[in-house]
């Protein structure tokens, strides 16, 4: 390989890793915020949301580990302080939240954002011929749009509380 293609080939990985280090604070802040939902929701279908929020963030911790592990096999080094992911994170933080209805709509949005940034870091990674960054993010996608769909169902059935 020629030095030109090997510097194009560093450069494009380390847009990779930059591109996962920006994913990795995002899940981050999305973490906290599901554990927020998990601790304080009330109201309609308490027992359901307070079960199926502790597994979405059992899922999200998964996916933590995995992106800052991705992050090092491709050279990077993680950032693993809560303060800088605060400073970069497109997500914000939640907050208390009580209405399960208003924690299952930012699940929708935040997970829609993710889909987002997640199909733009696999056509990064595709390019550069990151098949494993292409393969993970792949699993991840597949889940999360199942995901979005399942819960536009649960609020479309809930739609008396789920309104606004």
């Not at 030095?3 to 080939?9: D, S, T, Y």
């Amino acid at each position: 390989m020629s030095n030109v293609l090997q510097l194009n080939r560093l450069q494009n990985v380390e847009q990779v890793v930059s591109a996962l280090e920006q994913l990795l604070a995002d899940y981050q802040v999305y973490y906290t915020n599901l554990r927020g939902f998990h601790w304080n929701v009330q109201g309609h279908a308490f027992f359901q949301l307070h079960e199926a929020f502790e597994k979405k963030y059992d899922s999200v911790a998964d996916k933590v580990d995995e992106i800052a592990e991705r992050i090092l096999q491709l050279g990077g080094t993680p950032t693993a302080r809560f303060s800088d992911y605060l400073k970069v994170s497109r997500i914000q933080e939640a907050g208390v939240e009580h209405s399960g209805c208003a924690c299952v709509k930012n699940i929708i949005e935040t997970t829609a954002f993710l889909l987002d940034e997640q199909r733009k870091i696999v056509k990064l990674a595709g390019e550069v011929g990151d098949d494993t960054t292409v393969a993970l993010l792949g699993d991840y996608i597949r889940e999360q749009e199942k995901e979005i769909w399942m819960l536009a169902a649960f609020t479309a059935e809930a739609e008396s509380c789920c309104k606004g």
